[in-house]
């Protein structure tokens, strides 16, 4: 019934740069927040950037600077640029929203995931 879909991964060097965008669709009634999580070594998922209705970012530290995130609220869709990319960045990247169906309830929502590799 909702989904997200994920692109815009690939492989890059140290130094480059790759934009990720996510687009939400199905039968919602609104968004709470939407973003990127990654896969750590430990294959768990760590909160990469992530913005909320009211337009209010987080992001992970080690990315502070180098990524930032963008919304469409229009179309339903949040972009990620990555810039300055280090091999530490490297994982599967998830898009995640978070959203009301029904609005007694939230639901949390995960794309399937994109692979980033960044290496020399």
């Known amino acids: 019934q909702v989904q997200v879909v994920e692109s815009g991964g690939g492989v890059v060097q140290p130094g480059g740069s790759l934009r990720l965008s996510c687009a939400a669709s199905?039968?919602?009634?609104?968004?709470?927040?939407m973003g990127w999580y990654r896969q750590n070594p430990a294959n768990g998922r760590d909160l990469v950037a992530t913005?909320?209705?009211?337009?209010?970012?987080d992001y992970m530290d080690s990315v502070k600077g180098r990524f930032t995130i963008s919304r469409d609220s229009a179309k339903n869709t949040v972009d990620l640029q990555m810039d300055n990319l280090q091999p530490d960045d490297t994982a599967v990247y998830y898009c995640?929203?978070?959203?009301?169906?029904?609005?007694?309830?939230?639901?949390?929502?995960w794309g399937q995931g994109t692979q980033v590799t960044v290496s020399s």
């Open positions: 199905g039968s919602f009634v609104s968004i709470a927040r």
């Open positions: 995640n929203a978070i959203m009301s169906l029904t609005g007694d309830g939230l639901y949390n929502v």
């Open positions: 913005i909320d209705k009211q337009g209010t970012k």
